[in-house]
């Protein structure tokens, strides 16, 4: 199987790329999911096992960034950072001003593995909305994190939407779906809005719905997983 994507005119454009590649998922594989492909290599191997050992994987792993250090595995690479901005030398850590996160990158068994991957061109899709960028305004981060509460913009193709109309808008999801209430701004290549306070820690699907004056409801997700640390 393939990884599929398409080129996009470049809205951030540096003056070297006029096009961006947007990957197009296959779909999203659950950690359930993965669970049982490990089972299926083994015989050998119990669900009840896999799961242990993984639990205790990840506690460690967790554990040592706690502790402070640096954590190197093939699959990924660990470290702890520290987020939010100080006013001068002589300032603390303030909880609520900053905090600490975990940075999280390819290690070298993953990027080994990606060299591997087969592309193939899709024609873009011009029949829905098309989120390419999510900005969250409070920590300046782009296509990464959410902050519960404060505000986002996208910014792409075909975004404006109806706001009277509740099947249309801005969406996170995430198992469930939660609808933005607020938004200051609804226009076809910019979007400004509050993020629902009551958004859980764990990974979100950003998705666009809009009629687009036709009376077909069309959806259109951002193509990058946002996260509520």
Do not use: C, W
């Amino acid at each position: 199987m393939s990884i599929n994507f398409s080129l996009y005119k470049n809205t951030l454009n540096n003056g070297t790329s006029q096009f961006r590649a947007v990957t197009q998922s296959s779909g999203t594989m659950t950690y359930e999911q993965i669970v049982e492909l490990v089972v299926k290599q083994n015989s050998t191997v119990t669900r009840a096992d896999v799961l242990a050992v993984l639990d205790n994987f990840f506690t460690v792993i967790e554990d040592a960034l706690l502790l402070g250090f640096n954590v190197n595995t093939p699959g990924a690479n660990y470290r702890a950072s520290v987020k939010g901005g100080f006013d001068r030398d002589t300032d603390g850590f303030i909880p609520g001003r900053n905090t600490v996160e975990a940075s999280i990158n390819p290690g070298p068994r993953l990027r080994r593995a990606m060299r591997r991957a087969q592309v193939q061109k899709q024609e873009s899709s011009s029949n829905k909305p098309r989120p390419a960028y999510y900005l969250d305004l409070n920590s300046d981060e782009l296509n990464q994190g959410i902050t519960p509460g404060g505000m986002g913009q996208i910014t792409g193709y075909r975004l404006k939407f109806d706001p009277a109309d509740p099947e249309q808008g801005i969406f996170f999801i995430n198992g469930s779906t939660t609808r933005v209430s607020v938004v200051g701004h609804n226009g076809p290549s910019r979007l400004m809005f509050m993020v629902p306070p009551g958004l859980a820690p764990g990974d979100y699907t950003l998705e666009v719905r809009s009629t687009l004056g036709n009376g077909t409801l069309h959806k259109g997700a951002l193509a990058e997983t946002l996260i509520v640390g």
